[in-house]
């Protein structure tokens, strides 16, 4: 079974772009997150420093040290909690805006065209044309199947062109076949009233 190389290539695209945008917001939300969180200090500090969600250091303009007081602790604590899950949020929600992007532009619109021409198929109806402009494994399949329709609907007109030969030449037959047997039964009516008449068959015949 051929690879899909154009389809999963594309899929790996999509899904590295939204990560690289994930990555740019992840950056920028912890920076806001940790200027509020610097702004809760009294005094404030330069910068913060967190590994795995825990602060491990706040560094001031002499030096190092621990913040001597915390404005708002509830909503500091709140700030240290979003901080630790935001990167799987935006990253969660990146891949999933990615796989729907590619799903929207590589995959629907083939199967909804594909889909679309079976159901005209199963309906008997040959005369559409099945257009997709995808470039991946799903727009060959495209092709294939508009390839497929027109072979069946010529298929189809040469036996429909070949059944009704057949329905001309059973008519110019019965019409050939009409004609003697119209005389042929002529000929025996005729027969039948001579015979009654003198009542004699060898006259008759």
Wanted: glycine share 6%; aromatic share 10%.
């Amino acid at each position: 079974m051929e690879k899909l190389k154009s389809i999963r290539f594309s899929m790996f695209l999509y899904v590295g772009l939204s990560l690289l945008i994930g990555q740019l917001c992840y950056m920028g939300i912890v920076a806001m997150i940790d200027n509020a969180m610097m702004d809760l200090m009294n005094p404030r500090p330069q910068a913060i420093a967190f590994v795995a969600g825990r602060q491990i250091s706040i560094t001031f303009g002499s030096g190092e040290g621990a913040a001597s007081e915390i404005i708002n602790p509830s909503l500091f604590e709140f700030l240290r909690m979003l901080r630790t899950v935001s990167p799987f949020i935006i990253f969660s929600v990146c891949v999933i805006i990615g796989i729907f992007l590619f799903y929207r532009r590589s995959i629907q619109k083939p199967l909804a065209a594909l889909n679309e021409g079976i159901m005209k198929i199963s309906a008997q109806e040959l005369d559409f044309s099945l257009e997709c402009d995808a470039k991946n494994e799903l727009g060959r399949l495209c092709g294939a199947f508009e390839t497929m329709r027109r072979e069946l609907s010529q298929a189809f007109q040469s036996l429909w062109k070949s059944e009704e030969n057949q329905r001309n030449l059973y008519r110019a037959f019965a019409h050939d076949l009409r004609t003697p047997l119209t005389i042929i039964k002529g000929n025996n009516d005729n027969i039948e009233l001579v015979a009654a008449k003198n009542n004699d068959w060898p006259l008759a015949l």
